[in-house]
């Protein structure tokens, strides 16, 4: 299944989600042929998305808020009813999705951006350039994913968008100008006299 022309695995295809079922493994990966259009949007997919998305971005970054739009739509958040979609773009092509998930335990719920990033560093890839957020009001990332996010992108792009579509590109390095990372820690592990 592509969307967008980038390929599904085999588990997204139509009679897996007929079925219910999402399991997957690895991310999306981007073909090699040039991306398609609009016209090749599932009809779910043309449901949710706004129209004020085509035509303003780059193919590529349309793709990830695109997807970002998609993920907001799976959110499970019966609590806060705030509903977050995002996609990630690793170097390597691959886009990994992530959505929010609530519990009724709140400090238990995790942020779609974290489930992007814990996904993509599940299948192997620990380097990316792009995350696209989609929330009803274009907000930015909590602190936790700045956090996470810049353990493994310090200058990663994200591009924030509402449920209007409009987007707002900004930076990690802007929204967390002085991040705690693995330098932070060797200054704990040295020996004394070293």
């Given at each position: 299944?592509?969307?967008?022309?980038l390929?599904?695995?085999?588990?997204?295809?139509?009679?897996?989600?007929?079925?219910?079922?999402?399991?997957?493994?690895?991310?999306?990966?981007?073909?090699?042929?040039?991306?398609?259009?609009?016209?090749?949007?599932?009809?779910?997919?043309?449901?949710?998305?706004?129209?004020?998305?085509?035509?303003?971005?780059?193919?590529?970054?349309?793709?990830?808020?695109?997807?970002?739009?998609?993920?907001?739509?799976?959110?499970?958040?019966?609590?806060?009813?705030?509903?977050?979609?995002?996609?990630?773009?690793?170097?390597?092509?691959?886009?990994?999705?992530?959505?929010?998930?609530?519990?009724?335990?709140?400090?238990?719920?995790?942020?779609?951006?974290?489930?992007?990033?814990?996904?993509?560093?599940?299948?192997?890839?620990?380097?990316?350039?792009?995350?696209?957020?989609?929330?009803?009001?274009?907000?930015t990332?909590?602190?936790?994913?700045?956090?996470?996010?810049?353990?493994?992108a310090?200058?990663?792009?994200?591009?924030?968008?509402?449920?209007?579509?409009?987007?707002?590109?900004?930076?990690l390095?802007?929204?967390?100008?002085?991040?705690?990372?693995?330098?932070?820690?060797?200054?704990?592990?040295?020996?004394?006299?070293?």
């Amino acid at each position: 299944m592509f969307l967008l022309g980038l390929k599904f695995s085999k588990p997204y295809g139509p009679k897996r989600r007929e079925e219910g079922g999402f399991r997957r493994r690895g991310g999306y990966r981007a073909p090699k042929r040039p991306l398609r259009g609009a016209d090749d949007l599932s009809d779910s997919a043309e449901k949710i998305l706004p129209n004020s998305v085509e035509g303003v971005l780059p193919m590529e970054d349309r793709v990830l808020v695109e997807l970002a739009f998609l993920m907001r739509e799976r959110a499970y958040a019966p609590y806060s009813g705030y509903r977050v979609g995002a996609a990630l773009l690793s170097v390597s092509g691959q886009v990994f999705t992530g959505c929010n998930v609530e519990n009724a335990v709140y400090p238990l719920g995790l942020c779609a951006e974290r489930v992007a990033v814990f996904k993509a560093i599940s299948e192997g890839e620990h380097r990316f350039t792009t995350i696209a957020i989609a929330t009803e009001n274009g907000g930015t990332p909590c602190g936790a994913c700045r956090q996470v996010l810049s353990e493994f992108a310090p200058d990663l792009r994200i591009l924030l968008v509402d449920a209007r579509g409009t987007v707002r590109e900004t930076s990690l390095r802007a929204l967390l100008p002085e991040p705690f990372g693995p330098g932070d820690l060797k200054a704990v592990h040295r020996q004394p006299g070293t």
